[in-house]
Antibody
Framework: EVQLVQSGAEVTKPGESLKISCMGSGYNFATNWIGWVRQMPGKGLEWMGIIYPGDSDTRYSPPFQGQVTISADKSISTVYLQWSSLKASDTAMYYC???????????WGQGTLVTVSS | QSALTQPASVSGSPGQSITISCTGTSSDVGGYNYVSWYQQHPGKAPKLLIYNVSNRPSGAPNRFSGSKSGNTASLTISGLQAEDEADYYCSSYTNSNSLVVFGGGTKLTVL
């Protein structure tokens, strides 16, 4: 059974750094792109970027380029999303998802809620 | 790249059919048969309903169907049920760097 399991909710302060994770199981983790999706409170889904765990090829959606870093460690089937200096506007639910046929997201993580507040 | 355009809300009564549109450009929806649709209930992760314009993954009810004409894709829900009340998002492959773009989402209300 394919599963993506994300790290738990985080409460942080502006200016702090943070790294959240997404661990895959039940399939060959190295051979499917994994994407990160932001959902701000009460808003829609926003595609942040993707990574191919096999070679760590990474692409960012323009609004997120330079704002976050996506990385992968295929040896432990885990993809990461990190910030070097959080802002209050980074408060959101973050989902990881596996890209399947036709670049559809066929499996989703359960989401990680990040709250940034002073 | 810009998000795909969806209506903010649609509504229908149980048993009726509704259609949600998703308009893009020749760089995404119109250029490739890689449109997907997702259902999201409050507090839950999205769930894949349709991929490659009109294909249903296993487990997706056959009340959900997809189509495309030019730069606009559509999701049709036939025989509306109360549990269909949710937010719906389209997405498409795009030839920009990040490979995927979402629509803004449509809230479906079952009256």
């Amino acid at each position: 059974e394919v599963q993506l399991v994300q790290s738990g909710a985080e409460v942080t302060k502006p200016g702090e750094s943070l790294k959240i994770s997404c661990m895959g199981s039940g399939y060959n983790f190295a051979t499917n792109w994994i994407g990160w999706v932001r959902q701000m409170p009460g808003k829609g889904l926003e595609w942040m970027g993707i990574i191919y765990p096999g070679d760590s090829d990474t692409r960012y959606s323009p609004p997120f380029q330079g704002q976050v870093t996506i990385s992968a460690d295929k040896s432990i089937s885990t993809v990461y999303l990190q910030w070097s200096s959080l802002k209050a506007s980074d408060t959101a639910m973050y989902y990881c998802g596996r890209l399947g046929v036709g670049n559809s997201v066929d499996f989703w993580g359960q989401g990680t809620l990040v709250t940034v507040s002073s | 790249q810009s998000a795909l355009t969806q209506p903010a809300s649609v509504s229908g009564s149980p048993g009726q059919s509704i259609t949600i549109s998703c308009t893009g450009t020749s760089s995404d929806v119109g250029g490739y048969n890689y449109v997907s649709w997702y259902q999201q209930h409050p507090g839950k992760a999205p769930k894949l309903l349709i991929y490659n314009v009109s294909n249903r993954p296993s487990g997706a009810p056959n009340r959900f169907s997809g189509s495309k004409s030019g730069n606009t894709a559509s999701l049709t829900i036939s025989g509306l049920q109360a549990e269909d009340e949710a937010d719906y998002y389209c997405s498409s492959y795009t030839n920009s760097n990040s490979l995927v773009v979402f629509g803004g989402g449509t809230k479906l209300t079952v009256l």
